[in-house]
Protein backbone atom coordinates (compact mmCIF):
# COMPACT_ATOMS: atom_id res chain seq x y z
CA UNK A 1 0.00 0.00 0.00
CA UNK A 2 1.47 3.54 -1.08
CA UNK A 3 0.09 6.89 0.33
CA UNK A 4 0.49 9.74 -1.47
CA UNK A 5 -0.26 13.35 0.70
CA UNK A 6 -0.43 16.43 -1.46
CA UNK A 7 0.22 20.19 -0.07
CA UNK A 8 0.21 23.27 -2.02
CA UNK A 9 -3.01 24.50 -3.58
CA UNK A 10 -4.66 27.70 -3.28
CA UNK A 11 -5.98 31.02 -4.56
CA UNK A 12 -3.92 32.76 -6.58
CA UNK A 13 -4.37 35.88 -9.29
CA UNK A 14 -3.43 35.72 -12.84
CA UNK A 15 0.45 36.01 -13.12
CA UNK A 16 1.19 34.28 -9.75
CA UNK A 17 2.75 31.34 -8.57
CA UNK A 18 1.90 28.16 -6.45
CA UNK A 19 4.28 25.31 -5.41
CA UNK A 20 2.51 21.58 -5.04
CA UNK A 21 4.36 18.89 -3.09
CA UNK A 22 3.36 15.36 -2.88
CA UNK A 23 5.31 13.02 -0.54
CA UNK A 24 5.12 9.15 -1.15
CA UNK A 25 5.33 6.74 1.60
CA UNK A 26 5.02 2.64 1.74
CA UNK A 27 7.01 -0.56 2.68
CA UNK A 28 9.63 -1.49 -0.22
CA UNK A 29 8.36 1.04 -1.93
CA UNK A 30 10.66 1.75 -5.67
CA UNK A 31 8.94 4.69 -7.43
CA UNK A 32 9.63 4.47 -11.46
CA UNK A 33 7.66 7.43 -12.30
CA UNK A 34 6.36 10.13 -10.23
CA UNK A 35 3.84 12.91 -12.23
CA UNK A 36 1.02 15.73 -12.12
CA UNK A 37 -2.33 15.18 -13.43
CA UNK A 38 -4.73 17.94 -13.32
CA UNK A 39 -8.81 17.94 -13.83
CA UNK A 40 -11.14 20.80 -13.93
CA UNK A 41 -14.81 20.90 -14.03
CA UNK A 42 -16.37 19.41 -17.07
CA UNK A 43 -13.50 18.15 -18.58
CA UNK A 44 -10.94 15.17 -18.59
CA UNK A 45 -7.99 14.51 -16.51
CA UNK A 46 -4.93 15.37 -18.29
CA UNK A 47 -1.37 14.96 -17.81
CA UNK A 48 0.13 18.05 -16.56
CA UNK A 49 4.28 16.94 -15.77
CA UNK A 50 6.16 14.17 -15.35
CA UNK A 51 9.27 12.77 -14.50
CA UNK A 52 10.88 9.39 -14.21
CA UNK A 53 13.21 8.12 -12.36
CA UNK A 54 17.24 8.99 -13.82
CA UNK A 55 14.80 10.98 -16.53
CA UNK A 56 14.06 13.83 -18.32
CA UNK A 57 10.65 15.72 -17.29
CA UNK A 58 7.72 15.62 -19.67
CA UNK A 59 5.51 18.73 -20.15
CA UNK A 60 1.89 19.34 -21.53
CA UNK A 61 2.66 22.08 -24.21
CA UNK A 62 0.07 24.16 -22.04
CA UNK A 63 2.24 24.67 -19.08
CA UNK A 64 6.12 24.47 -20.75
CA UNK A 65 7.82 27.20 -19.75
CA UNK A 66 5.63 28.13 -16.71
CA UNK A 67 5.66 24.68 -14.97
CA UNK A 68 8.61 22.76 -13.31
CA UNK A 69 8.43 19.13 -12.26
CA UNK A 70 10.98 18.25 -10.16
CA UNK A 71 12.04 15.33 -7.42
CA UNK A 72 13.71 14.29 -4.22
CA UNK A 73 13.85 10.58 -4.09
CA UNK A 74 15.39 10.52 -1.01
CA UNK A 75 12.41 11.81 0.38
CA UNK A 76 9.70 9.92 -2.64
CA UNK A 77 8.48 13.68 -3.02
CA UNK A 78 7.85 15.12 -6.18
CA UNK A 79 7.10 18.96 -6.86
CA UNK A 80 5.68 20.96 -9.03
CA UNK A 81 6.24 24.88 -9.47
CA UNK A 82 3.92 26.84 -11.62
CA UNK A 83 4.78 30.49 -13.00
CA UNK A 84 2.49 32.65 -14.76
CA UNK A 85 -0.62 30.69 -13.91
CA UNK A 86 -3.25 31.68 -16.09
CA UNK A 87 -7.02 31.26 -15.22
CA UNK A 88 -7.08 28.18 -17.43
CA UNK A 89 -5.03 26.54 -15.50
CA UNK A 90 -7.39 26.31 -11.96
CA UNK A 91 -8.42 22.69 -12.01
CA UNK A 92 -7.97 19.87 -9.23
CA UNK A 93 -4.43 18.82 -9.32
CA UNK A 94 -3.43 15.12 -8.87
CA UNK A 95 -0.07 13.65 -7.99
CA UNK A 96 0.44 10.20 -9.37
CA UNK A 97 2.88 7.34 -8.62
CA UNK A 98 4.11 4.43 -11.02
CA UNK A 99 5.52 1.74 -8.33
CA UNK A 100 7.07 -1.59 -7.17
CA UNK A 101 3.48 -1.66 -6.01
CA UNK A 102 1.48 -0.25 -8.50
CA UNK A 103 -0.35 2.91 -9.66
CA UNK A 104 -1.81 5.28 -7.05
CA UNK A 105 -3.25 9.04 -7.00
CA UNK A 106 -3.00 11.55 -4.38
CA UNK A 107 -6.43 13.05 -2.59
CA UNK A 108 -6.38 16.02 -5.19
CA UNK A 109 -5.55 19.63 -4.25
CA UNK A 110 -7.50 22.30 -5.18
CA UNK A 111 -6.02 25.38 -7.40
CA UNK A 112 -7.36 28.44 -8.42
CA UNK A 113 -6.46 31.16 -10.72
CA UNK A 114 -8.84 34.55 -10.70
CA UNK A 115 -7.91 36.88 -13.34
Known amino acids: QVQLVESGGGLVQAGGSLRLSCAASGSSLSIYVMDWYRQAPGKQRELVAG???????NYANSVKGRFTISRDNAKNTVFLQMNSLKPEDTAVYYC?????????WGQGTQVTVSS
Open 96 to 104: GVSSSLGRY
Open 51 to 57: IATGGTP
